[in-house]
Every structure is written in structure tokens, then in C-alpha cells.
């Protein structure tokens, strides 16, 4: 079936460090993605979306990455601080009425000062 | 807070109940969105609802129910209980049918669901 998937169910860095998510999607048809943040206790929250118009997209300390020849998305948040500390997801979906937001399975990333 | 409640925040039940769970949109939000979270599944988008209507539908069972009232409240009803529905459930709001575009989603805090 469709999905979308994260190469890595956890990610550990230094605070400072750069971070990078990964996200492999199936679905050549989709054509808009997201990047969620769900910190513990909390619903997920948006990050960053790109269209599939684009190949990057830039926010306030976030990059996402959109490859669409080998279906890969990535997240990148620079000067990795402790309340960076989550649970990431991506999501990916058509921009059509009807239908559904999938979202991949994850990538807990712990940041240590 | 992102303007999205959600009622109860806990709740433990039996198999083969029935429950209720309750969402209130952001004010002037006409769609609600239902998803469940279990940690083998992720996230698993149930169903939407825009202005009192059904508009898509997930990986939503049988036994699971939702509707939304005129108020625009949202209720998931999950009955005949499972040891497996043991879950997160979250609703998310946004203001327009197409939500899914950025910013314009906005999800609660959730419903923990326990199954004994």
C-alpha cells in the first residue's frame, strides 16, 4: 500500500549540531508534504511544508529537502537545541479535496547539552 | 495551545464497551479530522468530517463512528472495545475543506484510550 516511512526510528545529537531527518515516500502521485512535530503529551504541530513545484524550502532554522527523483524527503534543523527534542513526522498527501494526510511512522530525535 | 479541545484526556475501559470521545474545533474551523496513534501504527487518519458532512474517510472500523453537530463539536464513538483500540486518538480542525495545506491544521492534545 502507500506509506510513507522514516529510514530511522531514532536520531541522537549534541545540542549545536546540526540534524538531519530522513522520509522515503511511495506515492510518485503526491504532490504536497509536511513536516510534524509532536513533542510528549502534545498533538503533532506543523514545522515546514514544500510543495512538489519545489526542491527546498527554508524556515527559521529548518530546511526541508524535497527529492523527487528517488521519492526522499529530509529535514534539516541547524544549531540543534534541547526543546528540539521530539518526535518527527512527515506527511505526505494530494492536494485534492477527499483526500487523507499520511503520515510516516516517526524519528525521535534527543538533543544532550 | 492550539485552540483544538479534546475530552477526556484519559480514559480506561473494558472490552466490549463503548465510548465517546468529544472534540471542539478552533472557533470558526468548519472541518475536524480524526486520527489514532498507536505506536506500531503512527499515525492513522481515520475520518473528516467539513460542516456536518463526511468528506473522506481512513482506516476507519466498523465499530467506530463519528458524526459532527451543528455546533460544529465533533464526537468519535469506538464500541465493542478491542485490547488492540487501546490508542492515542487526536482530533485536528482547520478552517477550510482542503486543511491539509501548512499551518492550517491544528491538532489536540489527545485521547488516551486504555483497553483492559
Known amino acids: 500500500g502507500e506509506s510513507v516511512g522514516l529510514h530511522l526510528p531514532t536520531l541522537s545529537v549534541q545540542e549545536g549540531d546540526n540534524s538531519i531527518i530522513n522520509c522515503a515516500y511511495s506515492?510518485?502521485?503526491?504532490?504536497?508534504f509536511i513536516w510534524y512535530k509532536q513533542e510528549s503529551g502534545k498533538g503533532p504541530q506543523f514545522i515546514i511544508d514544500?510543495?512538489?513545484?519545489?526542491d527546498k524550502r527554508q524556515g527559521q532554522r529548518v530546511t526541508v529537502l524535497l527529492n523527487k527523483t528517488v521519492k526522499h524527503l529530509s529535514l534539516q534543523i541547524a544549531a540543534t537545541q534541547p526543546g528540539d527534542s521530539a518526535v518527527y513526522f512527515c506527511?505526505?498527501?494530494?492536494?485534492?479535496?477527499?483526500?487523507?494526510?499520511?503520515f510516516g511512522k516517526g524519528t525521535t530525535l534527543s538533543v544532550s547539552s | 495551545d492550539s485552540g483544538v479541545t479534546q475530552t477526556p484526556k484519559h480514559l480506561i475501559t473494558a472490552t466490549g464497551q463503548r465510548v465517546t470521545l468529544r472534540c471542539s474545533p478552533r472557533?470558526?474551523?468548519?472541518?475536524v479530522y480524526w486520527y489514532q496513534q498507536s505506536l506500531d501504527q503512527g499515525l492513522q487518519f481515520l475520518i473528516q468530517?467539513?460542516?456536518?458532512?463526511?468528506?473522506a474517510k481512513g482506516n476507519i472500523l466498523e465499530r467506530f463512528s463519528a458524526q459532527q453537530f451543528p455546533d460544529l463539536h465533533s464526537e468519535l464513538n469506538l464500541s465493542s472495545l478491542e485490547l488492540g483500540d487501546s490508542a492515542l486518538y487526536f482530533c485536528?480542525?482547520?478552517?477550510?475543506?482542503?486543511?491539509?495545506?501548512?499551518?492550517?491544521?491544528?491538532f489536540g492534545s489527545g485521547t488516551q484510550l486504555s483497553v483492559l
Open positions: 468530517y467539513y460542516n456536518g458532512e463526511e468528506r
Open positions: 514544500i510543495r512538489s513545484n519545489m
Open positions: 506515492n510518485s502521485a503526491s504532490d504536497y
Open positions: 472557533s470558526g474551523d468548519l472541518s
Open positions: 506527511a505526505e498527501t494530494r492536494l485534492k479535496a477527499g483526500t487523507a494526510l499520511i
Open positions: 485536528a480542525s482547520s478552517a477550510t475543506l482542503g486543511g491539509w495545506v501548512g499551518e492550517k491544521l491544528f
